[in-house]
């Protein structure tokens, strides 16, 4: 078979789809990865700091976009595991275990994003203050977020590990 296949060498259009897609298969399969690839920008070492770094809702894809000179996105599918998936993931022994740290590291951060006007001690204080008869829209101009916010806070709509 010679490297451009032509539907007439084949019994059946089935054939030649099958062929097709094994060829297809093929080239995939040897195509250069990573910082073998002619339009990488990346090196598996920096992929590996990326994924070290990514913090979700404080250290975020656009932030890391910027330092490695990037798109978001292209972050986004690192730590997804969507590319760069022949580099290991740090001390992980899997994309869902790397998942689950990274959640669990954000968990553990004073503040839930890094524009967020509360942390935890903050959320709390406004709790314990509102159970002690302060009134919402105060609450709020103190602390100088929106009335909604004060409102879901105190619904737990957010911030229920607070």
Not at 2 to 10: G, I, S, V, Y
Not at 66 to 90: A, C, D, F, L, R
Request: glycine share 6%.
């Amino acid at each position: 078979m010679t490297d451009k296949l032509r539907p007439n060498q084949f019994e059946s259009l089935e054939a030649y789809v099958a062929a097709h897609k094994a060829q297809t298969r093929r080239k995939l399969q040897e195509a250069k990865r990573g910082e073998k690839s002619r339009t990488a920008v990346l090196t598996a070492d920096q992929v590996v700091e990326i994924r070290r770094k990514y913090i979700p809702g404080i250290v975020g894809t656009k932030q890391l976009g910027q330092e490695y000179g990037v798109g978001y996105s292209t972050i986004s599918n690192i730590v997804q595991g969507v590319t760069w998936t022949h580099v290991p993931m740090g001390d992980h022994a899997s994309l869902e275990e790397y998942k689950a740290a990274k959640q669990a590291e954000a968990a553990a951060l004073p503040i839930s994003h890094a524009n967020a006007k509360l942390d935890k001690a903050k959320v709390r204080e406004i709790r314990r203050r509102y159970a002690e008869g302060a009134i919402k829209l105060h609450l709020a101009k103190e602390y100088s977020v929106d009335p909604k916010t004060i409102n879901d806070i105190l619904a737990l709509k957010i911030w229920k590990d607070a």
